[in-house]
């Protein structure tokens, strides 16, 4: 084998006729490695260890037609297989026919016997066609990569204005987020909520928990860093930071990130403070009526507030005391299945700190 042969697209040409396979090698082989296959079942074989860069399909074969093998091949769960572009090959060249072909998604139609000039042209163009194909889409992922960068600075640069806000809780939205990780993890092992739990929603709500706070880049430095109890307006004020930040992820990420994504963050920074028995605010909602991404944050949230040092407060120590607040939350401030994987993982949700 030479150097050339490795450089060359691999045509495989079905066809149950010898004649016909002679013909095809003695036209394209200068150009293009041939493989042969004489049946639809063959043919199935090959591709089962190979991947050819064209198939040449003859309609009427024996046994499995080449409709049937062309739809088997489209029907593969290998996606690379079912884009392997497929010329019908047929001696029979009634509209109707050629019609179907291309209605099926034949990259195109070579009536036999073979003219070499007409097949030359038709398999390089379709080649062709199929090379450009992979290369605008090679073209459309490098493009979504650049705005995934763009995306990930966006929420990396908005999540650290809201950690300059205050040096003693700059360590809550690392903190926070990993607890949202450990949280989401327990609700897939247990396989809690899968009807809205997808993947994806893992994904996002993990993603976006770091965007929680963003509301309070618009609450006043003297009821962000006071240092004692806020006054009733004051707490009325600070409660407003969870429509704020639902209004900012509005504007700053709506043309910048998936809908999906743009939701649940949303949901996040708005919903946080509800209460699963209805007392929390903005809106006072309850139970599953609290999207799920909100009820995972308000887990993590409050858990981080009560270890760790806030200007208001020292970190409440021993963490027994910690995990007797956060029980005695099940049912009425958390979610009672999310209240159980955070006793369920009390290790490590502590780990690290000091007792």
């Not at 080449?66 to 769960?77: H, L, N, V, Y």
């Not at 929603?201 to 976006?208: H, I, L, M, S």
């Not at 009425?332 to 007792?355: A, S, V």
Request: glycine content about 6%; charged content about 30%.
């Amino acid at each position: 084998m030479t150097m050339d042969d490795y450089v060359k697209s691999t045509v495989l040409v079905v066809d149950d006729d010898p004649v016909n396979q002679r013909a095809a090698k003695t036209i394209l082989s200068d150009k293009y490695r041939i493989a042969s296959a004489i049946s639809g079942e063959q043919a199935f074989i090959y591709l089962e260890r190979n991947l050819p860069d064209l198939i040449l399909l003859d309609i009427n074969l024996p046994g499995m037609s080449g409709f049937d093998t062309f739809e088997k091949i489209k029907a593969s769960d290998d996606p690379l297989k079912k884009r392997i572009p497929v010329v019908f090959l047929t001696s029979d060249t009634d509209p109707e026919t050629e019609t179907r072909c291309f209605t099926m998604g034949a990259a195109d139609f070579v009536a036999k016997p073979f003219v070499s000039q007409v097949l030359l042209k038709r398999v390089s163009k379709a080649l062709e066609i199929e090379n450009y194909r992979r290369d605008l889409e090679n073209m459309v992922g490098r493009q979504a990569e650049r705005i995934t960068k763009i995306q990930e600075t966006v929420i990396s640069g908005l999540a650290e204005v809201i950690e300059s806000r205050d040096e003693l809780t700059g360590s809550h939205v690392n903190n926070t987020g990993r607890y949202v990780e450990l949280l989401s993890e327990g609700i897939r092992r247990r396989g809690l909520f899968m009807d809205v739990f997808t993947p994806q929603y893992e994904r996002n709500t993990v993603k976006a928990a770091v965007l929680h706070d963003i509301g309070k880049i618009k609450i006043s430095d003297t009821i962000l860093l006071k240092p004692g109890k806020l006054t009733y307006e004051e707490f009325e004020t600070m409660k407003i930071h969870t429509v704020y930040g639902a209004s900012m992820i509005d504007k700053i990420l709506d043309d910048v990130e998936d809908p999906e994504y743009v939701q649940i963050a949303r949901d996040i920074a708005l919903h946080h403070h509800e209460r699963y028995d209805g007392t929390g605010y903005p809106d006072r909602l309850s139970g599953n009526d609290i999207p799920l991404c909100a009820r995972i944050m308000a887990v993590a949230d409050v858990f981080d507030a009560l270890v760790e040092r806030r200007c208001y407060k020292p970190p409440i120590r021993p963490l027994a005391t910690v995990k007797e607040i956060m029980e005695e939350g099940r049912g009425t401030q958390f979610d009672p299945d999310l209240t159980d994987i955070l006793m369920e993982l009390w290790p490590e949700f502590t780990k690290g700190l000091m007792d």
